[in-house]
């Protein structure tokens, strides 16, 4: 197809859609959760969110949402998301199933990772000065943890949990103010890492690699969470991080036992080229890999500074 341009009156698009497949892939994707809206309306108005959310809008708000609905004014997709009863993890646990009959692979891989949306006010659900990856430093943030499927066929997210600060967890009222359930306590990140593990693999998510940064990949509950499901990992960890590759060496850091397993010059991180000491490593880590890191993300402190 040709497409117009500015600078050239016409271009070859090199890439094209099919839209009458893609559409009908997508309603075959509603129709997964279509069921958790009980009533007509919310749910038509679910399907125009969703659709939405995949345009090619300038940004995600109601507003912007509605006008690509159609929408006089953004009324009806605030009501969708604050006000319709429907069971956001429900509508999780039936995207976790179309996703799993779409790309369910024996060799998939689990992905956990955070990011930080940036804000400006207080109010939003999780929002204070904390880091993030988004903007590489402390800013005011709402920060989530995300679990993403990656198979041959593809890849997409299948789960997700805010992370709620001390600073909202210790203050009931602000909680309540913001929606947020009773029973809600806090929880780290790598705890809320660890819970959708466990929800996915007790899904019976077919995966037989988990993969994250040193963030994650230092914790041992989480490693030996892997462990006991039999589950491979490659987690990345900090390069002081001590790795046992064989019991007669006995715990040895991450950057020396790569330095000592590749060739000079290739730094860590890199594939093994055929020799004596890439064998050395291969069969020392075997089927979990920690995999030592030289840059890493700033500290972060245990307990991230209140408003």
Known sequence: MTVETIEYRAATAGLSVDAVGWLAEFDTGFAAIAGRFARVEPRKQARAYLFGLLSD??????????????????HAMQRLL????????KVRDDL???????LGDPNGVLILDDTGDLKKGVHIVGTQRQYTGTAGRIENAQVAVYLAYAAAGGSTLVDREVYLPRAWTDDA????????????????KITL?????????????????CTADEFYGGDRHLRRDLQSRGVGYVLAVARSH????????GPIRA????????PSGRGTGCPPEPGP????????????HPAGRRGRRPAQPAHPPPD
């Open 57 to 74: 809008v300038d940004s995600r708000s109601c507003w912007q949402l509605a006008e690509q609905a159609g929408d006089a004014s953004p």
């Open 82 to 89: 604050g006000e319709a009863v429907w069971d956001a993890d």
């Open 96 to 102: 976790r199933g179309y996703v799993v009959n779409a």
């Open 173 to 188: 009222a602000r909680c309540a103010a913001a929606g947020i359930p009773e029973h809600v306590g806090f929880a780290t």
């Open 193 to 209: 890492g660890r819970r959708m593990l466990t929800r996915a693999l007790d899904a019976g998510v077919p995966a037989a690699w």
């Open 242 to 249: 001590r790795v046992t590759a064989r019991t007669a060496d």
């Open 255 to 262: 950057d020396r036992l790569a330095d000592d397993a590749l």
């Open 277 to 288: 000491k890439a064998s050395g490593l291969r069969l020392g880590l075997d089927h979990h």
